[in-house]
């Protein structure tokens, strides 16, 4: 990711926020217009977040997020609203990997003294996320060699054209 | 040093000596999608450079979710889905054959095939000794087009199941009790595996129940041992030329074993808005029910109507609910209506739909009122997931189901049998 320093504001949320509340099931007639359908992302979590949110900024939640279904248009959407990382305690196993395939960011850290509203400054190389709003530090888990080789090339997609099989 | 069943299936598909924690790249003997995955998987298909599947007869379409269609855009969906089986002669299943997993389960599935679906149910054909997962949409595109994925090998949780069900007990309200007890991040990234007197007999309808909702507890797969119960459902099937043997080493190293009574199993319900937010049926007290769905992935099969219509059989529901069945394929529904238990379940006041995923998802078929409370068979009571978050969903075996639509509040069956 070379130096990047991903910079933007906290939305938090809290525990088992699942794939329906990422974006509902109902909105499946969508799923072939992802523009529109990113209207909806968050919506029964958050219904402001779609209005409030900038690019850059960040979503922060307690454990297991993204539980439930294997729906990629949850990163999907995520990314298309902008965001530039997702932090939790924990992530639900599928959602974990299709955000690493979608080239989005999920950092594993603790979130406890994070705040919504709070700006962060993320270094992805150093493994350091920075709350400037409460001038403390944190570190994430180190993404798996494996997965970081794909995150690194913007998604699965993206690494198999470019390296024409899986090399992990 | 023996090995898990994951393990010894890993190990074969990947031609390395696998052990729990090691990447590998496995082969992939199945690989599928659904109506509501399949179209963004296909995108992602035509937008890689190698745009042939490896394998045309072992790539499946299902169109389940939103089936028939209740939408011009879902529609449009189908029809795209359809055109890609035109042009690559890979595996179709259109509208009205029933539910990917069943299918999966009495058509594709054989014991230790590795199978990835963009379907997180995809678990189900564990219950037949499969390595089955659910990936998303970039992860089966490339298993579509080269064969293989990649996987860490997965440590395993050992359910040893001893006893035997009670009246008015079963599958669904095991795998509900195993998932209240360790919750739903419980076994994430983890291989669950069944064993122990009470699934050395148990049916292959309950292994199915079971292994389906392992995802429930975050599981990458539900297994079970490929043994005589196997054997004698695929040859049942006309696949008994697909069967082998599977069984965990006795020498294996287990992450930890959670051993379960089944004696001492009671009914279980699942509250809105999580499945691990269990509770013994008979502790809920007063809950009025609007609307009762028996069918789905979990609990759809024709034992699953079986018992519906002996509960419902010359009796009428009660007169505020809905009650909506869904037979899980078309095999089901037939064989249902041959033994007359659909007929049964009309008479007695319920709605009988299509094979496919009716109401599950919140797309048609079901959809929740304002504070509409829903007792189902389904696998997930997530807050919106039955098309409005501000319905309410409760979870339970058939046999609560049933019961339930009977007396307009969730019941202990045991209150009736």
Known sequence: MGATILKGRVFKFGDDISTDLIIAGKYAHLRSNLPELAKHAMEDANPDFIKLVKPGDFIVAGSNFGLGSSREHAPLVIKMAGVSAILAKSFARIFFRNAINQGMPALICPTDKIADGDNLEISLDEGIIRNITRNESYSFTRIPAAMLSILNEGGLIPYINKHGDLKL | ?417
């Open chain 2, 1 to 417: 040093m023996g090995k898990t069943i994951s393990e010894k299936i890993l190990s074969n598909k990947s031609g390395i000596d696998a052990r729990a924690g090691d990447i590998v790249i496995s082969a992939v003997d199945l690989v599928f999608v659904q109506d509501t995955t399949g179209p963004l998987t296909i995108r992602q298909f035509k937008s890689g450079k190698k745009q042939t599947l490896a394998s045309s007869a072992r790539t499946a379409l299902f169109i389940d979710h939103a089936s028939p269609s209740p939408s011009r855009q879902l529609s449009n969906d189908h029809i795209f889905i359809r055109e890609f089986a035109a042009e690559t002669g890979c595996l179709l299943f259109d509208a009205g054959c029933g539910v990917c997993h069943q299918i999966v389960a009495e058509k594709l599935a054989r014991p230790g095939d590795v199978i990835v679906g963009a379907d997180s149910h995809t678990v189900t054909a564990g219950a037949m000794g499969a390595f089955a997962t659910g990936m998303g949409s970039s992860d089966v595109a490339v298993a579509m087009s080269l064969g293989k994925t990649w996987f860490r090998v997965p440590e395993t949780i050992r359910i040893e199941v001893t006893g035997k069900f009670s009246k008015g007990v079963g599958a669904k309200d095991l795998i509900l009790y195993l998932i209240g007890l360790i919750g739903a991040d419980g076994a994430t990234y983890k291989a669950l595996e069944f064993t122990g007197n009470a699934v050395d007999s148990m049916p292959m309808w309950q292994r199915l129940t079971i292994s389906n909702m392992a995802i429930e507890a975050g599981a990458k797969v539900g297994l079970f041992p490929s043994d005589h119960i196997t054997r004698e459902y695929l040859k049942k099937l006309g696949r008994g030329n697909g069967y082998k043997s599977i069984f965990t080493d006795p020498d294996a190293i287990f992450e930890r074993t959670i051993n379960v009574e089944a004696d001492k199993l009671e009914p279980m319900v699942a509250r809105p808005h999580t499945v691990d937010n269990t509770t013994i049926a008979k502790s809920l007290g007063d809950i009025k029910v609007d609307q009762v769905f028996i069918g789905t992935c979990t609990n759809g099969r024709l034992e699953d109507m079986a018992e519906a219509s002996s509960i419902l059989k010359n009796k009428k529901i009660h007169a505020d609910v809905r009650l909506i069945v869904c037979p899980a394929s078309r095999k089901i529904y037939s064989e249902s209506i041959n033994a007359g238990y659909l007929q049964n379940i009309v008479e007695a006041g319920g709605i009988i739909l299509p094979p496919g995923c009716a109401g599950c998802l919140g797309l048609h078929q079901g959809v929740l009122g304002d504070k509409e409370v829903c007792l189902s068979t389904a696998n997930r009571n997530f807050k919106g997931r039955m098309g409005n978050p501000e319905g309410l969903i409760y979870l339970a075996s058939t046999a609560t189901a049933a019961t339930s639509a009977l007396t307009g509040r969730i019941t202990d069956p045991r209150e009736v049998l």
